[in-house]
């Protein structure tokens, strides 16, 4: 059974920072590309940064700069930390993880920036 868990979501004021981790169970994790999506109420939820097994990431242009994924396959987790969060950061952020034509989400964790 695939499991992607996220934690680390809160509330957190505008300028601070938080580390989401995602601990991905039922998946040869270390071959498969991750990411963080995050999704607004009401709107589509949109790429965060991704991770490919072998390491290379991407960022969206709002998280260039500020967020940083990073993965320990020993551990089976990827990480999101962010940092100089914004008010406009405030959304549900998932978990993704992919392997061909396999797709699998995580449960989402809230992440509210308080002005």
């Known amino acids: 059974q695939v499991q992607l868990v996220e934690s680390g979501g809160g509330l957190v004021q505008a300028g601070g920072s938080l580390r989401l981790s995602c601990a991905a169970s039922?998946?040869?994790?270390?071959?498969?590309?991750m990411g963080w999506y995050r999704q607004v109420l009401g709107k589509q939820r949109e790429l965060v940064a991704t991770?490919?097994?072998?390491?290379?990431?991407n960022y969206a242009d709002s998280a260039k700069g500020r967020f940083t994924i990073s993965r320990d396959n020993a551990k089976n987790t990827v990480y999101l930390q962010m940092n100089s969060l914004k008010p406009e950061d405030t959304a549900v952020y998932y978990c993704?993880?992919?392997?061909?034509?396999?797709?699998?989400w995580g449960q989402g964790t809230q992440v509210t920036v308080s002005s």
């Open positions: 993704n993880g992919e392997f061909r034509s396999l797709r699998y």
């Open positions: 991770i490919s097994a072998g390491g290379i990431t």
């Open positions: 039922g998946i040869g994790f270390s071959i498969w590309d």
